[in-house]
Protein backbone atom coordinates (compact mmCIF):
# COMPACT_ATOMS: atom_id res chain seq x y z
CA UNK A 1 0.00 0.00 0.00
CA UNK A 2 1.64 3.02 -1.28
CA UNK A 3 -0.77 6.00 -0.53
CA UNK A 4 -2.12 8.04 1.65
CA UNK A 5 -6.12 8.26 2.48
CA UNK A 6 -7.81 10.93 3.31
CA UNK A 7 -11.57 10.88 4.48
CA UNK A 8 -14.06 12.66 4.19
CA UNK A 9 -13.68 14.32 0.00
CA UNK A 10 -15.75 16.87 1.11
CA UNK A 11 -16.84 18.36 4.38
CA UNK A 12 -19.78 21.46 4.65
CA UNK A 13 -20.29 22.60 8.06
CA UNK A 14 -21.39 25.42 9.86
CA UNK A 15 -19.15 27.69 12.24
CA UNK A 16 -21.08 26.23 15.39
CA UNK A 17 -20.27 22.15 14.22
CA UNK A 18 -17.92 20.34 15.34
CA UNK A 19 -15.89 17.77 12.87
CA UNK A 20 -12.96 15.76 12.64
CA UNK A 21 -10.88 14.83 9.14
CA UNK A 22 -9.24 11.92 8.73
CA UNK A 23 -5.84 10.80 7.24
CA UNK A 24 -3.93 7.45 7.33
CA UNK A 25 -1.37 5.68 5.61
CA UNK A 26 0.22 1.96 5.43
CA UNK A 27 3.86 2.80 4.62
CA UNK A 28 5.24 2.96 8.03
CA UNK A 29 6.07 6.18 7.87
CA UNK A 30 6.63 8.20 10.79
CA UNK A 31 5.90 11.65 10.23
CA UNK A 32 2.74 13.10 8.74
CA UNK A 33 1.69 16.32 8.26
CA UNK A 34 -1.15 18.23 7.88
CA UNK A 35 -1.33 21.86 5.14
CA UNK A 36 -4.01 24.19 4.47
CA UNK A 37 -4.38 24.85 0.53
CA UNK A 38 -5.94 27.93 -0.79
CA UNK A 39 -7.52 28.20 -4.12
CA UNK A 40 -4.41 29.04 -6.07
CA UNK A 41 -2.25 29.35 -3.10
CA UNK A 42 1.04 26.96 -2.15
CA UNK A 43 -0.22 23.83 0.62
CA UNK A 44 1.23 25.70 3.91
CA UNK A 45 2.12 23.53 6.95
CA UNK A 46 0.42 23.27 9.88
CA UNK A 47 1.41 20.65 12.30
CA UNK A 48 3.99 18.08 12.06
CA UNK A 49 4.22 14.90 13.78
CA UNK A 50 7.31 12.97 14.59
CA UNK A 51 6.64 9.35 15.90
CA UNK A 52 3.13 10.11 16.81
CA UNK A 53 4.25 13.15 19.03
CA UNK A 54 3.83 17.09 17.89
CA UNK A 55 6.65 18.25 16.53
CA UNK A 56 5.48 21.05 14.60
CA UNK A 57 2.63 23.89 15.22
CA UNK A 58 2.97 26.72 12.76
CA UNK A 59 0.86 28.93 15.00
CA UNK A 60 -2.15 27.49 14.16
CA UNK A 61 -5.41 28.53 16.02
CA UNK A 62 -6.88 26.30 18.32
CA UNK A 63 -10.27 25.65 17.01
CA UNK A 64 -7.93 23.26 14.93
CA UNK A 65 -6.83 20.45 17.24
CA UNK A 66 -4.88 17.56 15.62
CA UNK A 67 -4.07 14.07 16.98
CA UNK A 68 -2.05 11.37 16.05
CA UNK A 69 -3.68 8.21 17.53
CA UNK A 70 -1.08 5.82 16.56
CA UNK A 71 1.69 5.23 13.58
CA UNK A 72 -1.00 4.96 10.60
CA UNK A 73 -3.60 7.54 11.82
CA UNK A 74 -3.86 11.43 12.19
CA UNK A 75 -6.57 13.23 12.75
CA UNK A 76 -7.39 16.60 12.72
CA UNK A 77 -10.24 18.14 14.78
CA UNK A 78 -12.63 21.06 14.16
CA UNK A 79 -14.19 23.45 16.05
CA UNK A 80 -15.97 26.60 15.46
CA UNK A 81 -14.19 27.27 12.28
CA UNK A 82 -14.86 30.70 10.65
CA UNK A 83 -15.80 30.95 6.81
CA UNK A 84 -12.04 32.10 5.77
CA UNK A 85 -11.06 28.31 7.07
CA UNK A 86 -12.57 27.18 4.08
CA UNK A 87 -9.65 25.55 2.18
CA UNK A 88 -8.29 22.59 0.50
CA UNK A 89 -6.86 20.57 3.56
CA UNK A 90 -3.98 18.51 2.60
CA UNK A 91 -2.44 15.36 4.76
CA UNK A 92 1.11 14.16 4.09
CA UNK A 93 3.58 11.48 5.49
CA UNK A 94 7.54 10.62 5.00
CA UNK A 95 9.53 7.59 5.82
CA UNK A 96 11.80 8.54 9.09
CA UNK A 97 15.39 9.98 7.54
CA UNK A 98 14.01 10.50 4.13
CA UNK A 99 12.58 13.87 2.89
CA UNK A 100 9.90 12.89 0.23
CA UNK A 101 6.45 13.38 1.42
CA UNK A 102 3.53 11.69 -0.51
CA UNK A 103 0.02 13.72 -0.02
CA UNK A 104 -3.22 12.28 0.07
CA UNK A 105 -6.12 13.94 -2.58
CA UNK A 106 -7.59 16.31 0.48
CA UNK A 107 -10.79 16.97 2.03
CA UNK A 108 -12.23 20.11 0.68
CA UNK A 109 -13.86 21.64 3.85
CA UNK A 110 -16.64 24.62 2.83
CA UNK A 111 -17.26 26.22 6.67
CA UNK A 112 -20.81 28.33 6.32
CA UNK B 1 11.66 38.78 -0.33
CA UNK B 2 9.89 35.42 0.37
CA UNK B 3 12.27 32.46 0.67
CA UNK B 4 10.85 30.84 -2.36
CA UNK B 5 9.57 32.46 -5.22
CA UNK B 6 8.35 30.78 -8.31
CA UNK B 7 6.66 32.84 -11.39
CA UNK B 8 2.56 31.81 -11.10
CA UNK B 9 2.53 32.02 -14.82
CA UNK B 10 0.03 31.16 -16.55
CA UNK B 11 2.15 28.85 -19.18
CA UNK B 12 0.38 27.63 -22.57
CA UNK B 13 3.02 26.11 -24.81
CA UNK B 14 2.13 23.65 -27.46
CA UNK B 15 2.28 20.11 -27.60
CA UNK B 16 5.50 18.51 -28.23
CA UNK B 17 7.39 21.95 -27.14
CA UNK B 18 9.91 21.90 -24.37
CA UNK B 19 8.82 23.87 -21.12
CA UNK B 20 10.79 24.98 -18.11
CA UNK B 21 9.80 26.04 -15.28
CA UNK B 22 11.73 27.82 -12.66
CA UNK B 23 12.60 28.79 -9.06
CA UNK B 24 14.75 30.80 -6.59
CA UNK B 25 15.62 31.00 -3.23
CA UNK B 26 16.84 33.23 -0.65
CA UNK B 27 17.29 30.32 2.24
CA UNK B 28 21.03 28.97 2.42
CA UNK B 29 19.46 26.55 4.89
CA UNK B 30 17.22 24.88 1.95
CA UNK B 31 19.16 21.30 1.96
CA UNK B 32 16.61 19.57 -0.89
CA UNK B 33 14.83 20.66 -3.75
CA UNK B 34 11.77 18.82 -4.77
CA UNK B 35 9.18 19.17 -8.07
CA UNK B 36 5.40 18.42 -7.41
CA UNK B 37 3.19 18.38 -9.65
CA UNK B 38 -0.80 19.02 -8.73
CA UNK B 39 -3.41 18.44 -10.76
CA UNK B 40 -6.96 20.72 -10.04
CA UNK B 41 -8.91 19.76 -6.94
CA UNK B 42 -6.19 16.46 -6.42
CA UNK B 43 -3.20 16.46 -3.63
CA UNK B 44 0.48 16.98 -4.91
CA UNK B 45 1.91 14.62 -6.42
CA UNK B 46 6.37 14.22 -6.25
CA UNK B 47 8.10 14.53 -9.12
CA UNK B 48 11.90 14.52 -8.63
CA UNK B 49 13.76 15.63 -5.73
CA UNK B 50 17.71 16.25 -5.20
CA UNK B 51 20.28 17.89 -2.93
CA UNK B 52 23.03 18.52 -4.85
CA UNK B 53 24.11 20.66 -7.78
CA UNK B 54 23.84 19.33 -10.92
CA UNK B 55 20.93 17.69 -13.65
CA UNK B 56 18.95 14.66 -12.81
CA UNK B 57 16.78 12.87 -15.28
CA UNK B 58 13.81 10.43 -15.04
CA UNK B 59 12.04 9.84 -18.40
CA UNK B 60 10.79 13.44 -19.71
CA UNK B 61 12.03 15.29 -17.03
CA UNK B 62 15.09 16.94 -15.84
CA UNK B 63 15.35 18.26 -12.59
CA UNK B 64 18.20 21.38 -12.12
CA UNK B 65 19.80 22.37 -9.32
CA UNK B 66 22.53 25.98 -9.18
CA UNK B 67 22.97 26.34 -5.45
CA UNK B 68 25.29 29.00 -5.88
CA UNK B 69 22.82 30.54 -7.61
CA UNK B 70 20.02 29.60 -5.20
CA UNK B 71 18.16 28.76 -8.59
CA UNK B 72 16.14 25.29 -9.69
CA UNK B 73 14.44 24.38 -12.72
CA UNK B 74 12.43 21.64 -13.80
CA UNK B 75 12.47 20.75 -17.65
CA UNK B 76 9.72 18.91 -19.42
CA UNK B 77 10.39 17.27 -22.92
CA UNK B 78 8.00 16.57 -25.52
CA UNK B 79 5.67 18.03 -22.82
CA UNK B 80 1.83 16.50 -23.57
CA UNK B 81 -1.87 17.83 -22.90
CA UNK B 82 -1.63 15.20 -19.86
CA UNK B 83 1.33 17.57 -18.09
CA UNK B 84 -1.30 20.16 -17.93
CA UNK B 85 -1.48 20.89 -14.18
CA UNK B 86 0.15 23.29 -11.61
CA UNK B 87 3.86 22.46 -10.73
CA UNK B 88 5.26 22.92 -7.38
CA UNK B 89 8.66 23.71 -6.52
CA UNK B 90 9.50 23.17 -3.05
CA UNK B 91 12.71 23.43 -0.52
CA UNK B 92 13.21 21.36 2.31
CA UNK B 93 14.94 22.27 5.68
CA UNK B 94 15.43 19.52 7.98
CA UNK B 95 14.64 19.25 11.97
CA UNK B 96 13.06 17.03 14.61
CA UNK B 97 12.61 14.07 12.70
CA UNK B 98 10.79 15.50 10.34
CA UNK B 99 11.51 17.65 6.89
CA UNK B 100 9.99 20.97 6.16
CA UNK B 101 8.55 22.13 3.10
CA UNK B 102 8.31 25.66 1.93
CA UNK B 103 6.73 25.64 -1.41
CA UNK B 104 6.77 28.07 -4.26
CA UNK B 105 3.77 29.90 -5.49
CA UNK B 106 3.26 27.12 -8.52
CA UNK B 107 3.16 27.30 -11.88
CA UNK B 108 0.44 27.06 -13.83
CA UNK B 109 0.95 25.02 -17.60
CA UNK B 110 -1.46 24.14 -20.02
CA UNK B 111 -0.38 22.07 -22.90
CA UNK B 112 -2.73 22.30 -26.08
CA UNK B 113 -2.89 19.63 -28.17
Known amino acids: DTEVTQTPKHLVMGMTNKKSLKCEQH?????MYWYKQKAKKPPELMFVYSYEKLSINESVPSRFSPECPNSSLLNLHLHALQPEDSALYLC???????????FGPGTRLTVL | QKEVEQDPGPLSVPEGAIVSLNCTYSNSAFQYFMWYRQYSRKGPELLMYTYSSGNKEDGRFTAQVDKSSKYISLFIRDSQPSDSATYLC?????????????FGKGTKLSVIP
Open chain 2, 90 to 102: AMITSGAGSYQLT
Open chain 1, 27 to 31: MGHRA
Open chain 1, 92 to 102: ASSQSGTPEQF
